[in-house]
């Protein structure tokens, strides 16, 4: 076990039973000489304030009982989406098979979030509502109950909290509650000059994961420190992992202000996301370019959408476009 406090980490005998399932995967030893910026060799990331988020949230992920943040990635084939969520996986939640396809089945979905810390989800293209309000309970905390095999009235929970990954092509994380509790990672296509072979990639990683991991237990511990000094004027939703974000930024040496600011521009652009892939919003959209107010029916209303929709190109065959008034 690492032993985590505001003087420093250090690894001690295990002080409790530690449960592990068929998927789990030993952790690297952390390595004194932690250093948080070999990570940066090794993803897709171009821009400097994308990179700090990711390492906000990846240090995050190991303080307990808060809120964690969805990470969903996007990016065209071959940006290395696969790839980054194998990378915070082995640094996060060890495991056996570290990439998962999403289930459709809600009980077969739940039984991962419970055995799984950190479900990297890999290549999905669409989430239904339930499926989508069962990521947001698994980012805040939640479960299921079902009943135990084989007895008419005794039961099983499942609980979790967990800090779910994901990837697609496309972003699949659009519904408005998901994408207030997200951090939405873009990347670009890895030109064919800066692609390693496999074997080589993960060899490298390999080497420099013990200082990666160092590095992130450094900061946490400085973040620890800083934790009881932050008080910010105004809280979003997610207001515990942004209290910890603002502490957590101050201690790798990016400021807290910088961290909310970037933050805050992160779910302006997950909001224009969520508008740019609901047809119903879009439609609004349209039909408010040219005017301040409109005001009629909900009939007159469904008919206007309806023109607009057929004018912008809109699909109002998609099941969230309104059939009746």
């Given amino acids: 076990a690492v032993k985590i406090t505001k003087e420093g980490w250090s690894v001690v005998p295990a002080p409790i039973m530690f449960r592990r ?118 980012a805040t905390g939640g479960g299921i109950v079902k009943r135990r095999l084989y007895t008419d009235d005794e039961e099983v929970i499942l609980s979790y909290l967990r800090c779910v990954t994901l990837n697609g092509i496309n972003q699949v994380a659009i519904k408005p509650d998901l994408l207030d509790r997200s951090i939405p990672i873009d990347l670009c296509r890895i030109d064919e000059d800066h692609r390693l072979a496999e074997k080589d990639f993960w060899a490298n990683f390999e080497t420099e994961r013990p200082a990666i991991f160092g590095g992130i237990l450094d900061i946490l511990v400085k973040a620890i420190s800083l934790k009881p000094k932050v008080k910010l004027d105004r809280l979003p939703r997610m207001a515990d992992f942004c209290e910890w974000g603002y502490a957590i930024a101050e201690a790798m040496d990016w400021n807290g202000d910088a961290f909310l600011a970037a933050y805050y521009g992160n779910i302006d652009s997950s909001t224009e996301e969520a508008i740019k892939n609901s047809p119903v919003a879009s439609a609004v959209v349209a039909l408010m370019r040219d005017r301040p107010t409109w005001s009629g029916t909900a009939s007159a209303l469904l008919h206007e959408l309806n023109t607009n929709a057929e004018t912008e190109h809109i699909d109002t065959r998609a099941r969230s476009w309104p059939k009746m008034p």
């Fill in 21 to 138: 399932f068929t998927n789990t995967a030993p952790q690297v030893l952390p390595s004194t000489n932690g250093d948080i910026r070999k990570l940066r060799q090794f993803v897709n990331i171009k821009s400097d304030v994308t990179f700090n988020l990711l390492v906000v949230y990846l240090v995050s992920c190991f303080i307990p009982n808060i809120p964690k943040v969805v990470l969903p990635v996007t990016g065209e084939r071959g940006a290395s989406k696969s790839t980054i969520l194998r990378i915070l996986r082995k640094l996060v939640d060890p495991a056996q098979k570290e990439l998962l396809t999403f289930p459709y089945d809600i009980n077969e979905l739940a039984l991962i979030l419970y055995k799984n810390y950190m479900p990297a989800f890999d290549n999905m293209s669409n989430l239904n509502e339930r499926q989508s309000d069962m990521l947001c309970c698994a």
